[in-house]
C-alpha cells in the first residue's frame, strides 16, 4: 500500500500551485489517460474538450480567489497545456448536464454519502463522508491530505490527488466548517455560471459557518446541479442543491436530531429533473440509505465517536444467503474511492488508507490539531473480515474500469473473479446478471442467446425488484431475437420507465433490437442498466 502522503501549501497560492503541479508531473499523466479514455469510448472527447475551454473564460470573472491564475500556475508546474487542467476539472460540471446522453461516462461524476452525529462528549459534529468516483486505482494511489494556508483565506484540511489541486470536494476549515460535494443528476448548464469547484474553494476559504454560505450563494450562480453538504461549530447541518441561481436548502440543528444520512437524492422538486435520472437511481439511493439506517438501529445514538461512524459507513456487511430479492446496497460500492471523518469539536480527521473500494480493515489515518500543530499517525487495529468479499469488489471496481476504457475481454475476467469470490451471497446472483447482461451485448449467435435465455430464467425470484424488471425486459428481447413468444407482459414492470421501454421494445424487429445493444451500458456500482436511446 502507498503511503497517503501530507502536504502544507502556504505562502503565495501561486507559487504552491506551480509546485504542487511539478510535484504532480508524472502522475497526473495516468489521471488525464484514464479520464480521456472514458470520454474517447463515448465519442465525446472534442466536444469536451472544446465545451470545457468555454467555460473556463468564466472562471476569470467571478469571486476573491483568482481561480483561473492558480490553475495557470498549477498546468506550467505540470508542464502541460492550461486547457488540460481545465477539462479535467470541468468534465464533471459538463456531464452533470448531459448525463442523460453520455451513459458510460455516468460514474466520471462523483456519487457520494454523507452521514452526520452530533459528538455529545466534546459538543460539536462528526461529519462521515464517502466519495464514488470512475477514477478507481490512480485516485487513490495519489491520494493525499493537505493544509492551505494562504493569507486572508481561513486554513482549511482537505483531502483529495493528483490533478484535484484546490479543496471544496472533502474539507474542513479552522471555524469548524465542513464540506462534502455530492454528484446530483441533471440537465442544466449555464456557461455563464461558475464552476462547482471554484464555488466550493471559496465556500471552505471564506465562510464560518452556514449562515455565511447561504449568503455567499446569493451571489454565485453554478453551471450546473450540485449538492453541498455542511456543518458547523454550531451544531448545524445544511443540505443545499445549487442549480445556477436556485438554491434549495433544508437546515437542521443536529443536537435535535439522532443522526442525518444524505446521498444524492435531489432537493429540487423539478418534474423535468425525472427525465435525467438513471432510472434505477432513487431506488439505489434508498437502499444505501436503509442499509444505513439498519446498522444506526443497533447503536447507541449518544456514544458515537469518529471511529464508530467511519465503520458506519464502510465495514463490510457480508451475510452468506441466497435471498438477493431482499439485498441492500451498502454506502460503500464499487467505486468508493474515499471514506473519511471529520469531528469540528476536536479538530480531528479519520481516513481510510490505501486501494479502493474503501471497506474498513482496521486501519486509518488518525490527524489531531490540524490547524495548531498538525499530527498525522497511522493507527491499526484487529478486525474480522471477509477477505474474499472485499477482493470482489475490488475484482467489480476492475470490470467497471475495463468496460468503461473498452476493455472487454479483461472485464469478463474481472466479473468472472469476482462471481467465484460471491459465491453463497446475495450478490452472487446481482452479479451474474451482469455476467449475462454482458454476454448479451457481445455474443451474436441464436445457440448463444438460446442458452442465454435459459441462464436469464434461472435467475427468477434471485435478484431486487429493480434489477428483476431488467431481468424480463432481457428475456423479452431474447424472445423477439429468437422467434419465440413472450413470457412476461408490460403489466410485470414495476418500474414506470422500464414498463414504457418493454412496451416499445417489444414492438421492434430482431434487427432493430441488435442495433440497439450498442446503447445499452450496465453499471455495476449503480445497480443500474443505462439505456442511452
Excluded at 243 to 256: A, N
Amino acid at each position: 500500500m502507498n503511503e497517503t502522503a501530507h502536504i502544507h501549501l502556504f505562502g503565495d497560492p501561486e507559487e504552491n500551485f506551480y509546485a504542487l503541479g511539478a510535484k504532480d508531473k508524472d502522475s497526473y499523466q495516468e489521471i488525464y489517460e484514464q479520464i480521456t479514455r472514458l470520454c474517447a469510448r463515448a465519442d465525446f472527447l472534442a466536444h469536451a474538450l472544446k465545451l470545457s475551454t468555454e467555460l473556463a473564460v468564466n472562471l476569470k470573472s467571478r469571486g476573491t480567489i483568482n481561480l483561473s491564475k492558480e490553475i495557470k500556475a498549477y498546468a506550467e508546474g505540470l508542464e502541460r497545456p492550461v486547457n488540460d487542467v481545465y477539462f479535467t476539472m470541468l468534465l464533471p460540471e459538463i456531464v452533470a448536464s448531459f448525463n442523460k446522453w453520455l451513459p458510460n461516462l455516468m460514474s466520471v461524476i462523483p456519487g457520494c454519502s454523507s452521514l452526520f452525529t452530533y459528538d455529545h462528549e466534546n459538543g460539536g459534529v462528526i461529519h462521515g463522508r464517502i466519495l464514488d468516483y470512475a477514477l478507481s486505482g490512480p485516485f487513490e494511489k495519489y491520494e493525499r491530505s493537505a493544509l492551505y494556508e494562504f493569507k486572508g483565506r481561513y486554513k482549511t484540511f482537505s483531502y483529495g490527488s493528483s490533478g484535484l489541486p484546490f479543496p471544496g470536494v472533502t474539507a474542513m476549515n479552522e471555524r469548524g466548517l465542513t464540506l462534502a460535494l455530492h454528484y446530483k443528476h441533471g440537465n442544466y448548464l449555464d456557461l455563464k455560471g461558475d464552476s462547482i469547484f471554484s464555488i466550493a474553494y471559496q465556500i471552505i476559504s471564506y465562510c464560518a459557518d452556514i449562515h455565511d454560505v447561504k449568503k455567499f450563494l446569493k451571489n454565485y450562480p453554478s453551471m450546473s446541479h450540485w449538492g453541498l453538504y455542511l456543518s458547523d461549530r454550531n451544531g448545524d447541518v445544511a443540505s443545499i442543491d445549487v442549480r445556477g441561481r436556485e438554491v434549495h436548502q433544508e437546515k437542521f440543528d443536529l443536537k435535535e436530531y439522532p443522526y442525518l444520512y444524505f446521498n444524492n437524492r435531489p432537493l429540487l422538486k423539478d418534474p423535468s429533473l425525472k427525465e435525467s435520472q438513471p432510472y434505477g437511481s432513487l431506488s439505489q439511493c434508498k437502499m444505501r440509505r436503509d442499509s444505513v439506517v439498519e446498522k444506526l438501529k443497533k447503536c447507541d445514538l449518544k456514544k458515537l465517536d469518529d471511529l464508530k461512524v467511519l465503520k458506519l459507513l464502510s465495514l463490510a456487511d457480508s451475510k452468506k444467503s441466497n435471498k438477493s430479492s431482499n439485498w441492500k446496497m451498502g454506502p460503500i460500492t464499487p467505486s468508493s474511492i474515499q471514506c473519511a471523518s471529520f469531528n469540528n469539536a476536536t479538530m480531528e480527521s479519520l481516513f481510510i488508507p490505501g486501494a479502493g473500494p474503501k471497506f474498513f480493515k482496521g486501519e486509518r489515518l488518525k490527524y489531531t490539531q490540524i490547524f495548531s500543530d498538525l499530527k498525522k499517525k497511522l493507527v491499526s487495529s484487529k478486525i474480522k473480515f471477509d477477505k474474499n468479499y472485499i477482493s470482489s469488489y475490488e475484482r467489480l471496481a476492475k470490470f467497471q474500469s475495463e468496460l468503461d476504457a473498452g476493455r472487454v475481454e479483461s472485464a469478463y475476467h474481472q466479473i468472472q473473479m469476482a462471481i467465484s469470490l460471491l459465491q453463497g451471497r446475495p450478490e452472487e446472483n446481482i452479479v451474474k446478471f451482469y455476467f449475462l447482461v454482458m454476454q448479451y451485448l457481445y455474443e451474436s449467435s441464436n445457440k448463444d442467446f438460446a442458452y442465454l435465455h435459459t441462464d436469464f430464467e434461472s435467475l427468477k425470484d434471485k435478484l431486487p425488484p429493480y434489477l428483476e424488471d431488467h431481468r424480463k425486459l432481457f428475456l423479452m428481447r431474447l424472445e423477439r431475437t429468437l422467434g419465440h413468444s413472450i413470457l412476461h407482459s408490460p403489466s410485470e414492470i414495476k418500474n414506470e420507465n422500464l414498463k414504457k421501454l418493454f412496451e416499445k421494445e417489444m414492438k421492434l424487429r430482431p434487427q432493430a433490437l441488435k442495433f440497439l445493444k450498442k446503447f445499452i451500458f450496465p453499471r455495476v456500482e449503480m445497480l443500474d442498466i443505462i439505456y442511452a436511446y
